[in-house]
């Protein structure tokens, strides 16, 4: 890394900026379609990241593409004729979102009043991302709440065993598969999954979230202001579990919820966590006959807050030997999940010298993290490293499967990926 290069530069392409959380959350409703009012640059900028979960995505995405004299006289005209276009086509989203870019958010345009005057025959939630600092998560969290205050029923009764996962987004690496897996396994110990706000949902699910008696927050940095929000208008407990990784952790996050909510069918997933328990130790044994012991002198797991120190938490506790293990979040987290198994954590713009110095003298480490942090040892050139993408960019790996990192079948799958990069480490060092 350059002295003129911080790492305050690297973390911006890591994660992606509010107008895209935003859209990131209304585009996993089923139907819906979002119109971006701003320059090509960011239409294109969010598309790209919202096409790495959803490649159709450009097919209800779309921008009213103003010129540079709308900063002075407005947009009314390009947003009016995007809108028009739209009823021309017959287009009938089950909600739209329209959003109005950083830059053109300073003009101060009525929005809602463009969209009131033509009638539309659908529900539309406006947003300035001028309003929004931060990335990914605020974006997300505040056209959630926006769609929440416009939609939702002023009262309803909340159903004995019915729970909503918050704070899970199909725009995270693998963040579908995962939010099944979570799915999978409330519905086996006996709970009714109403709602996955910001994952595959639809506008009729979303509309029965203040009929759980329990939101389980997974992702904090997602979850939490929306679990606050329903908390204050209808009363709904919530309780921040995080992420489940790994077999025993995913006992583990079961058992919180259940302690909150009691589970009719435990025993269920208690049978199936012993299951893949004995299938994980035979295979586990069988690479350690041909391999010897996993072992990892250095490991760094760098991702969003939630996911890095849930998963650090993991590692060491069931899935590998590790020398030294360091922890980077990439944002700050008000609640965040204990992790005792990592020798330093470090928080992106709070701890940022620390970090920059770890990157310029790690040596012999395995990354659990982006491309964007082996671009940073690529330019050393003699760092010795294997790279293990866990969230975007993914440049270092392809991923055409859908396959979940958290729960009793991520656990397969996260140790699958772990001796792959032990062994690939080993013949290496032979070669």
């Avoid at 001028?130 to 205050?149: I, N, R, S, T």
């Avoid at 008000?334 to 709070?350: L, R, S």
Wanted: hydrophobic share 40%; net charge negative; proline share 4%.
């Amino acid at each position: 890394m350059s002295e003129k290069q911080g790492w305050g530069n690297i973390c911006e392409r890591v994660d992606t900026c509010a107008l895209t959380g935003a859209g990131a959350f209304f585009a996993a409703i089923d139907k819906s379609e979002v119109l971006i009012n701003g320059p090509l640059w960011c239409y294109f900028y969010a598309l790209r990241h919202l096409e790495k979960a959803r490649p159709d995505m450009y097919t209800r995405f779309y921008g009213s593409q103003p010129d540079n004299n709308a900063v002075i006289y407005g947009s009314e005209e390009y947003v009016t004729q995007e809108l028009q276009r739209m009823l021309e086509n017959g287009h009938k989203p089950s909600i739209l979102l329209l959003e109005s870019s950083c830059s053109l958010s300073l003009i101060g345009d009525d929005l809602a009043g463009m969209a009131r005057k033509l009638q539309l025959p659908f529900p539309v939630v406006t947003l300035d991302s001028g309003g929004m600092a931060g990335g990914f998560a605020e974006g997300y969290a505040k056209a959630a709440k926006k769609l929440f205050a416009q939609l939702l029923p002023q009262t309803a009764t909340a159903k004995s065993l019915a729970v909503n996962i918050l704070g899970q987004s199909e725009f995270y690496l693998q963040g579908a598969a995962d939010t099944r897996e979570l799915k999978r396994l409330l519905q086996l110990a006996g709970y009714e999954v109403l709602c996955t706000p910001g994952c595959e949902c639809t506008l009729e699910e979303l509309q029965r979230l203040p009929e759980a008696a329990l939101n389980i927050v997974t992702n904090a940095e997602l979850g939490l202001p929306l679990a606050e929000y329903l908390q204050k208008q209808y009363g709904t407990p919530y309780i921040f579990a995080g992420l489940p990784y790994g077999v025993q952790g995913t006992l583990r996050w079961l058992q919180q919820i259940n302690a909150q909510l009691p589970a009719p069918a435990m025993d269920k997933v208690t049978a199936e966590a012993q299951a893949q328990d004995n299938y994980l130790l035979s295979r586990n044994n069988e690479a350690i006959a041909l391999w010897g012991s996993m072992w990892f002198d250095n490991v760094l797991v760098s991702a969003p807050a939630t996911q890095a120190l849930c998963l650090a938490q993991t590692l060491r506790t069931e899935w590998t030997d590790i020398g030294s293990l360091t922890v980077i979040c990439q944002q700050p987290l008000k609640d965040a999940p204990a992790c005792d198994t990592a020798e330093a954590i470090y928080t992106v713009g709070v701890d940022d010298a620390a970090i920059s110095e770890y990157f310029k003298t790690c040596e012999n480490v395995l990354l659990l993290a982006s491309s964007s942090e082996s671009s940073v040892l690529y330019r050393r050139k003699q760092c010795s490293f294997e790279a293990c993408n866990i969230c975007y960019p993914t440049n270092d790996e392809v991923f055409i499967t859908k396959q979940p990192m958290v729960g009793l079948q991520g656990s397969a799958y996260m140790l699958e990926r772990l001796w792959n990069c032990f062994i690939r480490r080993k013949k290496n060092k032979v070669e």
